[in-house]
């Protein structure tokens, strides 16, 4: 069955640091990958795709993104995090007939 | 108005109570989606429109009842809700019916079932 785990329910880092969110899907054939992100009281916002060619994909806000299809792992990163970046993170493959199947979310928190 | 938008934004409703959210496209897309948002749980997918017409219920009881009347609008009428229906919905578009498309996300209705 297809499915998305974010192992990390919560992170708290320095502003500054870098960023590294984790995700894991399960999917029979070749995945299409989402990261997107919720701020409080808002809808969800795209921040990068992959579903074909290069596996490092750029997205908005300076994060990008790794497809590791031998780990089966789709891992959200940035260099430096900002204080705005504090939102909640969620993961997404797309499957057949635009079903879309999202992870549980991480939640990020950043310190001063 | 630009985007995604949903109203009301609130809603307290009895059990026996009917509603309806609204969802309002403004992107020219020809899909559009229902989803639930509890805490600490995944997104979970209720309905999907395409070109005005049904093509996923996800398994969701028959009190959630869906209407498209055009690509710009879709509802969730509801009724009997059970306290456990208690949470975020979120209406989403996208361009077409696949799953590359980006999704573009309203603020949802947080619903309270009392």
């Known amino acids: 069955a297809q499915s998305v785990t974010q192992p990390d329910i919560h992170i708290t880092v320095s502003e500054g640091a870098s960023l590294e969110l984790r995700c894991n899907y399960s999917?029979?054939?070749?995945?299409?990958l989402f990261w997107y992100v919720q701020s409080p009281g808002q809808g969800l916002q795209l921040l990068l795709k992959?579903?074909?060619?290069?596996?490092l994909v750029q997205g908005i806000k300076g994060f990008e993104a790794e497809f590791k299809r031998s780990q089966s792992s789709f891992n959200l990163r940035k260099p430096s995090v900002h204080w705005s970046d504090a939102a909640e993170y969620f993961c997404?493959?797309?499957?057949?007939?635009?079903?879309?199947?999202f992870g549980s979310g991480t939640k990020l928190n950043v310190k001063p | 108005e630009t985007g995604v938008t949903q109203t009301p934004r609130h809603l307290v409703m009895g059990m026996t109570n009917k509603k309806s959210l609204k969802c309002e496209q403004h992107?020219?897309?020809?899909?559009m989606y229902w989803y639930k948002q509890s805490a600490k749980k995944p997104l979970e997918l209720m309905f999907v429109?395409?070109?005005?017409?049904?093509?996923e219920n996800n398994s969701v009881p028959s009190r959630f009842s869906p209407e498209c009347p055009n690509s710009s609008h879709l509802f969730l009428h509801l009724h009997t809700l059970q306290p456990e229906d208690s949470a975020l919905y979120l209406c989403?578009?996208?361009?077409?019916?696949?799953?590359?498309?980006?999704?573009?996300f309203g603020p949802g209705t947080r619903l309270t079932v009392l």
């Open positions: 429109y395409n070109f005005k017409e049904q093509t």
């Open positions: 992107l020219g897309h020809n899909a």
């Open positions: 999917y029979g054939a070749t995945p299409y």
């Open positions: 997404a493959v797309g499957g057949n007939f635009n079903k879309f199947y």
């Open positions: 992959y579903f074909s060619g290069d596996t």
């Open positions: 989403a578009s996208s361009p077409g019916g696949t799953s590359i498309d980006e999704q573009f």
